[in-house]
């Protein structure tokens, strides 16, 4: 197995530009998330999932969009990028049950001038 | 307002010493979560601890949760240069289904040969 894969690993935009971060699971989780990392700001919730067709908010979900059309996928769009969405981005992803294991991919990191 | 207090945020030690680090809260957490990331990759689980008092131990690592499952701790004895890292702990208010995961900023940690 993958596990949790994320495209592209790096990333320059300018502010404006739109773009989506691609992230796939193959181990048939049906609850997916997304996170942003800032230095010094820990992990931050920005969408979630819990299964194809069903979406919710985070924490910080302003400037991001999010759709679940298979259980594999879990893109997240950024429609008109800003410098403050300039992070390190990561998918997770997690089989549904009380406390198991969230498997994190490796990133993708946004700069946004 | 951060609800997950981590403490050092930064700890640099010798080969051998034992080491503690923090993570505190005045919420009421379903389960507790700790992680190492190391650079360029996601963050990846060590441990839950669920009940309020547990302590479960994971080779030269310790993990306690508080008795009223607000706060955390993470004992290294011995600790090597491959514990070098970034430590996160993170809370779940949801009963357990870890939907809504709230980290804590880390502790970046350094071991020296």
């Known amino acids: 197995n993958a596990g949790v894969t994320q495209t592209p690993k790096f990333q320059v935009l300018k502010t404006g530009q739109s773009m989506t971060l691609q992230c796939a699971q193959d181990?048939?989780?049906?609850?997916m998330s997304w996170y942003r990392q800032d230095p010094g700001m820990g992990l931050r919730l920005i969408h979630y999932s819990v299964g194809a067709g069903i979406t919710d908010q985070g924490e910080v979900p302003n400037g991001y969009n999010v759709s679940r059309s298979t259980t594999e996928d879990f893109p997240l769009r950024l429609l008109s990028a800003a410098p403050s969405q300039t992070s390190v981005y990561f998918c997770?992803?997690?089989?549904?049950?009380?406390?198991?294991?969230?498997?994190f991919g490796p990133g993708t990191r946004l700069t946004v001038l | 307002t951060q609800l997950l207090e981590q403490s050092p945020q930064f700890l640099s030690i010798q080969e051998g010493e034992n080491l503690t680090v923090y993570c505190n809260s005045s919420s009421v957490f379903s389960s507790l979560q700790w992680y190492r990331q190391e650079p360029g990759e996601g963050p990846v689980l060590l441990v839950t601890v669920v009940t309020g008092g547990e302590v479960k131990k994971l080779k030269r690592l310790t993990f306690q949760f508080g008795d009223a499952r607000k706060d955390s701790s993470l004992h290294i004895t011995a600790a090597q240069t491959g514990d070098t890292g970034l430590y996160l702990c993170a809370g779940d208010r949801s009963g357990g289904s870890n939907y809504k995961l709230t980290f804590g900023k880390g502790t970046l940690l350094t071991v020296n040969p």
């Open positions: 997770a992803s997690k089989a549904m049950g009380a406390y198991n294991e969230q498997f």
């Open positions: 181990m048939n989780h049906e609850y």
